[in-house]
């Protein structure tokens, strides 16, 4: 494969499963569990890597990433009639699943060599299995296992430069939000919605083309630690015990370390793993008050907030902005928000929602 295929088939093997946590949702909406629908996430997980413009042919290699050899895939095609990219995320993906590679002792390499060269022509097909026979040693599996699986990565993956008003990055800043999203059914649009009422209030404040990406971003990837977060306390409709509420809020520390390892993200990583963090030094994961707390992470913060009170949530039912903007008054009157930024984004959401009221009285910081 030449540098452009090996970059569509690595980037597809990255996103192979983008669109579980959608497809999940759609599960539950529809109780629709059937082997035919499995097969939705393979289409919407294609779709959404589509959008992004990524400079190479990913056509189909996500779509047909469930398919077998001999058509006993969700789309019953056989070999001959997928893309080789495909198989080989097939293979990779059905080997792992079955044997846990990051677990498996290295004895047992000779029992999976036996099986891929068993189910040659049969669930994978020949050139992928025989390409997977070709690399698949005692190094590589070691390579796998969870104590080294970061560094293989640093070293295989081929690094991405792009600018950051780049599209192909807004573009999958947005899909990550979906992904963050999509793992409960009450914060479908949370990302999403923090994103855009965050580069409206850029725009608001007259700030330039890079400020207004930087913040976008850092609003799409805030929650991107929730990915590391059970969906059963996410999704909790009472109230979290201490020790949940405490795995809750480690997904800010989370999205830290994810974000800190990217090259240039050092601004968007300080906004986005500030969201809740108040200026009176009771918030979390670092505890600053108000004088580390800069304006964009005030921003973010407001946003948040804003955002999770008029979105419907286990424990309460969605809000008008009339509804929500006394709640940021009073957490504003208590020091724990920005009261100048509240003020303002009253004014900028008054005119973004179906409400157009404007509640006013917040002044140095003291609620109406």
Known sequence: MDENERLAVITSALFHDNALTEYALYKKDTGD???????LHCVYGQRNIDKIPLGFDTKDLILYHHEEADGNGPFGIIEEFFPIGAAL???????DVDYHLQHIPVKDIQLIRDHIILQRGKRYTKKAADAMLSVFTKDLLLSLNDENINNTAKDLF?????????????????????????KSPFTRKHSVGIAEKTLAMCEHYGFDHVVRSKAYLAAAFHDIGKLAVPDEILNKPGKLTDEEFTIIKSHVSITNEILSGVTGFEEICRWASSHHEKLDGTGYHLGINSGKIDFISRLLACADIYQAISEERPYHPARSHEETMPILYDMAGKGFIDSFIVEDFDKVMADINPCKTIIT?????NAA
Do not use: Q, R, Y
């Not at 569990?33 to 097969?39: E, R």
């Not at 995320?89 to 080997?95: K, N």
């Not at 599209?167 to 999203?181: Q, R």
């Not at 009285?361 to 910081?365: K, L």
């Open 89 to 95: 995320i097939a293979i990779a993906d059905m080997v």
């Open 158 to 182: 081929p690094v991405w430069h792009v600018d950051l008003e780049d599209e192909s990055l807004i573009s999958l800043a947005g899909l990550v939000a979906d992904i963050i999203d999509n």
């Open 361 to 365: 009285g917040c002044v140095n910081g």
């Open 33 to 39: 569990d059937t082997d035919l629908n499995f097969k």
